[in-house]
């Protein structure tokens, strides 16, 4: 079964095909973060334009290079969460292909997509799971009993972990998107010559905050004498405050649960001290595994709606004029 998947919830633009018995055969990503750095940031509007330029580009490659649109049994397209204008780009396209083509079509959970994503190269991954889903606009922990069945342990009560690393980043005039020019500027500073403060880490509950962390990071920077290494040093103190948190609650939900086994997805799932450091708590504690994506499939794409799209595939209607999205849709949900 060939699995067409199609993501714009935000800022890239994804086309991929995904076959059930030989896996990822195609993954296309048009990426706007040239277009960002100029703006400091995602305007909405502008997204959902670029989404509309660059989605039959990357069709019209994948016809180039493998002429399979006439062997695609189901269309999956990302219906949430998202940005509204940019999801319906999609939505719209999967839907008016799919009724083109007269083949089933599917909205996939943007969130669920990302916290399967490392079952692409792992699927000897078995539920059950505690996932740490962390990224622009979330950071939760999530129970994974099986497919479809999530518990909701912890979630970001303000800004998410990576949204807070965009800020401070920028608040150190670095480029966008700032998390991963953070986290090698970060690489050259002093471990320790800053402490910030690690929010909510004694609270009895699962819950994230990084306002507060940010705001201290701000205080700092307007402080500070502006040298290239001081920056550093505040990344080096920002970016190990981040993980800490993160860490401290994920190894609270695996000894809530008794479970072994982690997968931690989203963007900010790229970060390599989150990676080190993970599995040295994984093994330390638990006598377990870590899983998380390639670099290529941490941020959107394609292949994890496409991939999601083939094992939710009893679940795809027969193509229909309604088109679906939901801008706020919670994993918890479904």
Request: proline share 3%; charged share 20%.
């Amino acid at each position: 079964m060939k699995v067409l998947g199609i993501e714009t919830s935000c800022d890239d633009t994804g086309v991929a095909v995904y076959d059930s018995e030989e896996g990822l055969l195609i993954n296309q990503i048009y990426n706007q973060k040239k277009l960002y750095n100029i703006h400091g940031g995602v305007i909405p509007e502008l997204s959902s334009r670029k989404h509309m330029q660059s989605i039959t580009i990357l069709l019209k490659k994948i016809l180039e290079e493998k002429n399979i649109i006439h062997n695609i049994d189901i269309i999956a397209y990302t219906a949430g969460p998202g940005l509204v204008g940019s999801l319906l780009v999609g939505a719209t396209f999967a839907c008016s292909l799919g009724f083109s083509l007269d083949i089933p079509v599917i909205p996939v959970n943007h969130m669920e997509a990302h916290l399967l994503s490392p079952m692409l190269e792992f699927q000897s991954i078995e539920f059950p799971f505690i996932a740490l889903l962390v990224s622009g606009k979330h950071t939760q922990i999530i129970a994974v009993h099986a497919l479809g069945k999530y518990e909701l342990l912890g979630n970001c009560l303000d800004d998410a972990a990576g949204e807070a690393f965009d800020k401070t980043a920028k608040l150190l005039g670095l480029s966008y998107p700032g998390g991963l020019e953070l986290s090698k500027l970060a690489c050259k500073g002093i471990k320790d010559y800053f402490y910030f403060p690690r929010p909510m880490i004694n609270h009895s509950g699962l819950n994230f905050s990084f306002s507060g962390l940010k705001t201290f990071a701000a205080q700092v920077i307007n402080k500070s004498s502006k040298s290239v290494q001081e920056k550093a040093n505040i990344a080096r103190a920002f970016e190990d405050a981040v993980i800490d948190i993160l860490l401290i609650k994920t190894k609270k939900a695996l000894k809530l649960k008794k479970w072994k086994n982690l997968v931690i997805a989203g963007g900010v799932s790229a970060n390599h001290l989150l990676r080190t450091e993970s599995e040295k708590m994984i093994k330390k504690y638990f006598n377990g595994q870590v899983f998380y994506s390639s670099l290529e499939f941490c941020t959107d794409n394609g292949a994890m709606i496409a991939y999601v799209g083939s094992l939710r595939h009893k679940e795809a209607k027969n193509p229909q004029l309604e088109i679906l999205v939901k801008p706020k849709w919670s994993i918890s949900d479904l």
